[in-house]
Nanobody, 121 residues
Framework: QVRLVESGGGLVQAGGSLRLSCAAS????????MGWARQAPGKQRELVAVTTGDGSANYADSVKGRFTISKDNAKDTVYLQMNSLKPEDTAVYYC???????????????WGQGTQVTASS
């Protein structure tokens, strides 16, 4: 089993910054990709940013230029630096990972429990 634990959420004023962290632990052979998604009240969950094992990253258009995803492979931890936060960024942010466990050939997808981010106007 694999566990993803997020931290770093909170309340900031619009224009402020937050840094989210997500640490993976458990039965891990290799992590293929890690990323962040968010879900605002009454809306569907949307992918915000993802980084693959080779370090490449992709972002939702709504956060390009403001958010930066990074990964520490030695710690199996992914970060999301969020700058110039807007009220519309307010949501629960979830960590996601595709994990190869020992003796498996197909990665399994895991989600964290979520952390609240609120940007007040």
């Amino acid at each position: 089993q694999v566990r993803l634990v997020e931290s770093g959420g909170g309340l900031v004023q619009a224009g402020g910054s937050l840094r989210l962290s997500c640490a993976a632990s458990g039965s891990i052979f290799r992590i293929n990709a890690m990323g962040w998604a968010r879900q605002a009240p009454g809306k569907q969950r949307e992918l915000v940013a993802v980084t693959t094992g080779d370090g490449s990253a992709n972002y939702a258009d709504s956060v390009k230029g403001r958010f930066t995803i990074s990964k520490d492979n030695a710690k199996d931890t992914v970060y999301l630096q969020m700058n110039s936060l807007k009220p519309e960024d307010t949501a629960v942010y979830y960590c996601n990972a595709d994990v190869f466990q020992p003796s498996t050939s197909v990665p399994r997808n895991y989600w964290g429990q979520g952390t609240q981010v609120t940007a007040s106007s």
